[in-house]
């Protein structure tokens, strides 16, 4: 089991950048592949980005591509989330959730762990 919690989130101007962090507990983070969901209000949780167990592989969501880098640590037990050029349509309810094994998924099912959430606020 792994417990996850992220951080970093805020308010910023259009254009502007934000790294969010997603830190997890236990030994096995490696075992897990990782995600990056957000939620705006009186929206469903969309997928932003994911990553394989070692890092090898990513996939984005087309509307970030270009703007948003996934990336880990595994050795800091620790998922990340470098977001540029930021806009207004970028605000929501950031959450990181994990699923054990090797492939990667971008639908919220798919995973069976998840954070608390961090805001994160564009403004025009």
């Known amino acids: 089991q792994v417990q996850l919690v992220e951080s970093g989130g805020g308010l910023v101007q259009a254009g502007g950048s934000l790294r969010l962090s997603c830190a997890a507990s236990?030994?096995?983070?490696?075992?897990?592949?990782m995600g990056w969901f957000r939620q705006a209000p009186g929206k469903e949780r969309e997928f932003v980005a994911s990553?394989?167990?070692?890092?090898?592989?990513?996939d984005y969501a087309d509307s970030v591509k270009g703007r948003f880098t996934i990336s880990r640590d595994n050795t800091k037990n620790t998922l990340y989330l470098q977001m540029s050029s930021l806009k207004p349509e970028d605000t929501a309810v950031y959450y990181c959730?994990?699923?054990?094994?090797?492939?990667?998924?971008?639908?919220?099912?798919?995973?069976?762990?998840w954070g608390q959430g961090t805001q994160v606020t564009v403004s025009s």
């Open positions: 959730a994990a699923r054990i094994g090797y492939i990667s998924v971008s639908v919220p099912s798919g995973y069976g762990y």
């Open positions: 990553i394989t167990t070692g890092g090898g592989a990513t």
């Open positions: 236990g030994r096995t983070f490696n075992r897990y592949c």
